[in-house]
């Protein structure tokens, strides 16, 4: 399924910048705690995403997409929380809420899609 590769690919791609950022805030802010939850969500988008790929029925793909989706979410808030505590600049800031942005409409999408045909 082509969307099931567009958000493997994406997700993986922002789990690499949520690693990136994560490294850049603690090292240079000395900021451990609210970047460990941004950490923690950014990376488990993809996770899930995985795991719905490979999953057993069609209700554990949705299942595990739902989660994928409550982690961007999380992952949204961690990022506006960041950025208004200034450990993020703008540019920074504005950059990856937006990759965030859309692999949430992304996951929104297979999701709706799916459930539609289920």
Known sequence: MKADNTIKDKSLDFAIRIVRLYKHISETNNEY??????????????????????????????AKMHIALKEAYETEYWLELLYSTD??????FKSIFTDCRELTNILASILKTMKETK
Do not use: C, P
Not at 48 to 53: F, Q
């Open 33 to 62: 705690i609210l970047s460990k939850q941004l950490l923690k969500s950014g990376t488990s988008i993809g996770a899930n995403v995985r795991e719905a790929i490979g999953g057993q029925s069609k209700e554990n793909f949705i």
């Open 87 to 92: 450990y993020l600049a703008e540019n920074e």
